[in-house]
């Protein structure tokens, strides 16, 4: 098997389809790790709430008048926020013109379309900022070069638009990445657990746990897909892990079948018969001997299962019992925009449901190179 992954590999990168859908799993993999580095909205979740511009179309561009919190958050390591985040150290207030005085800035708070109101916010609430202390304003002010106006006002472009809560949609969605690909891994890697277990078990040794087995299989292949997982979300509960678990749990029955009609075909061959021969027990043979040279196949559908569970995953969410808000999922983001489809603002629900296509498509090319370059009769 070792002789041969070389040249499987070198039939891959000569597949104009398989490098198509490696790229862009490889993109989304980036996408998934740096979501909290690269997004304009780094808060956990990418939930960023500023109800003033929420539903603005793509391209939509607003100033913001960045005043600080208090208390300030509490610093945070470079791994947590490649995990979870960065909790905002400011509140965006959305603003038109502005103007900064002796003892305070004076803004135009942008309200609605064409509707401002004039306020001002005191300076000390930024040397709160400067200083690191509430203390820091009671003495004199900070000087003109300690104090710098201009880092308090900023202007960002949201380039795919905002959801009805003002939330960059780019970032909501760069961020969803991570749970496409988290579930399709989870559920590939229980899939193949079970499967390869429960599969080798009935393909090797047959009889009545062949028999037990296959009932078993015949069973959970005849209930439909999205009803067992409404069935395995409801005993286990609604939430972020509960619903890798369940989409999990459903798909392992391909594999199982595919295996057990592997090791069928492959239990008396002779090199399988040759290593009972030379007395090595059964775990042996099935782990160095048989599952080596049918794991062509089973790489075959642990891809198509991947894109899959994408599939299913946004069909729960958007159903509403899969990953549950603030988290962002694609299918989530579909049932909350889709009625913007026929409005003048598409991109909140076309957004989301290209970028489930691209990542499905994705697997599934990268399935059918595997399955092309693993069939020695082409």
């Not at 749970?179 to 559920?187: D, N, Q, Y």
């Not at 390869?196 to 028999?211: E, R």
């Not at 979300?233 to 890798?244: D, E, N």
């Not at 489930?356 to 994705?362: E, P, Q, T």
Request: charged letters at 15%; zero cysteines; proline letters at 6%.
């Amino acid at each position: 098997m070792s002789t041969e992954l070389p040249s499987v590999w070198l039939k891959l990168t000569r597949q104009p389809s398989s490098i198509i859908g490696g790229i862009i799993a490889i993109f989304a993999l980036l996408l998934a790790i740096s979501g909290y580095w690269i997004s304009a909205d780094s808060s956990p979740d990418a939930n960023r709430m500023i109800v003033e511009i929420a539903n603005r179309p793509s391209g939509f561009r607003q100033r913001f008048l960045l005043l600080p919190k208090s208390p300030q958050p509490p610093k945070i390591s470079w791994w947590q926020r490649t995990l979870n985040g960065q909790p905002d150290r400011f509140s965006y207030i959305p603003i038109g013109t502005y103007e900064w005085t002796r003892d305070s800035v004076i803004v135009e708070q942008f309200i609605d379309e064409e509707l401002y109101e004039t306020k001002a916010f005191p300076l000390t609430l930024f040397y709160t900022d400067q200083v690191g202390t509430s203390q820091g304003f009671n003495s004199a002010q900070p000087s003109a070069n300690a104090f710098n106006p201009n880092r308090y006002i900023t202007e960002q472009r949201f380039l795919l638009g905002t959801d009805k809560f003002g939330r960059d949609l780019l970032s909501r969605l760069i961020i969803g990445t991570r749970i496409s690909l988290l579930v399709g891994g989870i559920a590939m890697a229980l899939s193949l657990t079970i499967g390869l277990f429960l599969g080798s078990i009935a393909g090797y040794y047959g009889g009545k746990w062949d028999q037990a087995i296959m009932w078993l299989i015949n069973v959970i292949w005849s209930i439909p897909t999205l009803l067992l997982v409404f069935a395995i979300t409801l005993l286990l509960g609604k939430g972020f892990w509960q619903v890798f678990i369940a989409v999990g749990l459903t798909m392992w029955v391909n594999v199982a079948r595919l295996v057990r009609g592997q090791l069928i075909a492959t239990r008396n061959l002779e090199y399988v018969e040759a290593a009972r021969a030379l007395g090595y027990r059964d775990l042996r043979i099935l782990l160095k001997h048989i599952l080596p040279n049918i794991l062509g196949p089973v790489l075959v559908v642990a891809a198509a299962n991947f894109a899959s569970a994408i599939v299913v995953e946004a069909g729960l969410s958007f159903l509403g019992v899969g990953v549950q808000p603030p988290q962002p999922s694609w299918g989530a983001m579909i049932k909350e925009n889709y009625n913007f489809i026929i409005t003048n603002n598409p991109m909140l629900a076309l957004a989301p449901g290209f970028a489930i296509m691209l990542l499905v498509l994705a697997f599934n090319l990268i399935g059918n190179g595997i399955r092309d370059a693993l069939d020695v009769r082409t």
